[in-house]
T-cell receptor, first 113, second 114 residues
């Protein structure tokens, strides 16, 4: 069974731009969660989507948003990029919301210049 | 709120040495506990988990026991290999917060010398 896939793997943007990251969960998994990893703040939960609805949200500004499609694929969008948004963005999938075992993708590394 | 504290690294050991990485947690209920590993340039891989007190998670020679009385979940391996070099994250979910939201420790970088 294929794992979680994320595209693109690497991205370079400039301040003020916006970016969209994509995540395809493991086949049959319906919950997708997003995390941000930075050297300073470590791994932080962004949000979770299940059945095309946001179920949980972390403490990030409204510039960070997401959505989920009927095939469970998810996208994350960051508008008005700031230098501090440079990070590894990880997507994780699980069978359903509330299932504690999550499987992570390889991440998208975003660099904001 | 819930939190995870793990020993700071980096930890450097010689091949075949015994490994312990300490992890303690704070949670209001009964969380599930995890160890994830991150190899250079990659995402996170679930190494092992335990979902209730006294459970022992094990995988690839690594073990960790859920100790409710000491709120700990220390990672151990009897004989490390160079290929074990990676960053290890202790984590929890549930226990008073959403089971979908994983709370991670800060990570411990492990380097194994041949």
């Amino acid at each position: 069974k294929a794992g979680v896939t994320q595209t693109p793997r690497y991205l370079i943007k400039t301040r003020g731009q916006q970016v969209t990251l994509s995540c395809s969960p493991i086949s049959g998994h319906r919950s997708v969660s997003w995390y941000q990893q930075t050297p300073g703040q470590g791994l932080q939960f962004l949000f979770e989507y299940f059945s095309e609805t946001q179920r949980n949200k972390g403490n990030f500004p409204g510039r960070f948003s997401g959505r989920q499609f009927s095939n469970s694929r998810s996208e994350m969008n960051v508008s008005t990029l700031e230098l501090g948004d440079s990070a590894l963005y990880l997507c994780a999938s699980s069978l359903a919301s509330g299932m504690e075992t999550q499987y992570f993708g390889p991440g998208t590394r975003l660099l904001v210049l | 709120g819930n939190s995870v504290t793990q020993m700071e690294g980096p930890v450097t050991l010689s091949e075949e040495a015994f490994l312990t990485i300490n992890c303690t947690y704070t949670a209001t209920g009964y969380p599930s506990l995890f160890w994830y590993v991150q190899y250079p340039g990659e995402g996170l891989q679930l190494l092992l988990k335990a979902t209730k007190a006294d459970d022992k998670g094990s995988n690839k020679g690594f073990e960790a026991t859920y100790r409710k009385e000491t709120t700990s979940f220390h990672l151990e391996k009897g004989s490390v290999q160079v290929s074990d070099s990676a960053v290890y994250f202790c984590a929890l979910s549930g226990g008073g917060s959403s089971a979908s939201k994983i709370i991670f420790g800060s990570g411990t970088r492990l380097s194994i010398r041949p």
